[in-house]
């Protein structure tokens, strides 16, 4: 399915084939910003791993240009076996626990927390080795925005019936019709609760407190 899918399944729903209310653009915005809370709320859409070199003596390092929500951060050493998770705190926490983090007097060791500022990743301790693609990052990518009828979503065809339903919820706002309104932003969190309790149970479970968006730096 691709956005012109969505958009002609809209407004002919909606009653406006002739796209005078519900225009394309319309229809294009909220397609981008159903995808964005879908992946909000789902731990499984667009999950991706990459990998970044750790340096000797270097504690801030950039996430992936794609990065959306951090899930999991782990480290390896050339010496090691295996990654080892990092776990996360916050920036307050990080000042609150590790008084004098951030300043010449930090030691060098193998990271035992990290935080986030700005975008970057903040190892404490500071790395003492060097390891090419030594930081395994897991994490969901931000949806590439559609722009054109002919894009393909960046979501797979699992939860394009539940970005209908976002863009049917925002057509009826446009409209000022709140009752169905109320009724297709139930539909949309009733899928969003199903997907969330069939796909991602486990990886939520899992990784409770390490869920950083890029937005949110």
């Given at each position: 399915?691709?956005?012109?899918?969505?958009?002609?399944?809209?407004?002919?729903?909606?009653?406006?084939?002739?796209?005078?209310?519900?225009?394309?653009?319309?229809?294009?915005?909220?397609?981008?910003?159903?995808?964005?809370?879908?992946?909000?709320?789902?731990?499984?859409?667009?999950?991706?791993?990459?990998?970044?070199?750790?340096?000797?003596?270097?504690?801030?390092?950039?996430?992936?240009?794609?990065?959306?929500?951090?899930?999991?951060?782990?480290?390896?050493?050339?010496?090691?076996?295996?990654?080892?998770?990092?776990?996360y705190k916050n920036m307050q926490e990080f000042d609150d626990s590790i008084d004098g983090w951030d300043g010449s007097i930090s030691s060098l060791n193998r990271p035992k927390f990290f935080t986030m500022y700005e975008g970057q990743v903040i190892l404490f301790p500071i790395p003492d080795e060097s390891a090419t693609n030594g930081l395994k990052v897991l994490y969901n990518q931000k949806p590439a925005e559609v722009t054109g009828l002919l894009d393909v979503l960046a979501l797979p065809l699992i939860y394009h019936n539940t970005i209908f339903k976002y863009c049917m919820w925002q057509a009826s706002l446009l409209d000022e019709d709140h009752e169905p309104a109320a009724m297709y932003r139930g539909d949309f969190q009733n899928d969003m609760s199903i997907l969330l309790n069939n796909e991602t149970s486990d990886p939520v479970d899992k990784y409770p407190t390490i869920t950083v968006l890029a937005e949110d730096q």
């Open positions: 399915m691709n956005v012109q899918d969505i958009v002609t399944r809209v407004q002919r729903t909606f009653g406006d084939t002739a796209a005078v209310q519900v225009e394309n653009a319309d229809v294009i915005r909220w397609i981008n910003d159903g995808q964005v809370e879908i992946i909000k709320h789902n731990d499984s859409a667009l999950q991706k791993t990459d990998f970044v070199t750790l340096v000797a003596g270097q504690a801030q390092y950039v996430l992936p240009a794609d990065f959306f929500i951090l899930r999991s951060l782990r480290f390896k050493y050339t010496s090691m076996t295996g990654f080892s998770s990092i776990p």
